[in-house]
């Protein structure tokens, strides 16, 4: 069976870290695009960032020089580092795939990606 698993996420502090992961299942990450999203309630779906089989990278302005994606191949694993974690970061993530012909595609509609994660809830507050 395909799918993901999103974990990683937790309360911290303002000004604090995380490191959401995402691991595959049935399939070898490194062959596909990744991207993260998030969606508070009563928001849009937010595509933050994304990596494809490539090697390219996407970042939101919203999080872009405090989120850094990255892939660990070994560990079947796509990482997001956030950094520096602000209250408006609160909601919940997800990690997400295209169809492998997206794989080198940077930027994709949020309706191409047809493997999710089960999300993982990130809370920034004092």
């Known amino acids: 069976e395909v799918q993901l698993q999103a974990s990683g996420g937790g309360l911290v502090q303002p000004g604090g870290s995380l490191r959401l992961s995402c691991v595959a299942y049935?399939?070898?990450?490194?062959?596909?695009?990744v991207g993260w999203f998030r969606q508070a309630p009563g928001k849009e779906r937010e595509r933050i960032s994304c990596?494809?089989?490539?090697?390219?990278?996407y970042y939101a302005d919203s999080v872009k020089g405090r989120f850094t994606i990255s892939r660990d191949n070994a560990k079947n694993t796509v990482y997001l580092q956030m950094n520096s974690l602000k209250p408006e970061d609160t909601t919940v993530y997800y990690c997400?795939?295209?169809?492998?012909?997206?794989?080198?595609?940077?930027?994709?509609?949020?309706?191409?990606?047809?493997?999710w994660g089960q999300g993982t809830q990130v809370t920034v507050s004092s």
């Open positions: 997400a795939t295209p169809a492998w012909r997206y794989r080198f595609v940077l930027h994709l509609n949020s309706g191409r990606y047809d493997v």
């Open positions: 049935g399939f070898t990450l490194d062959d596909y695009h």
């Open positions: 990596l494809t089989s490539g090697g390219s990278t």
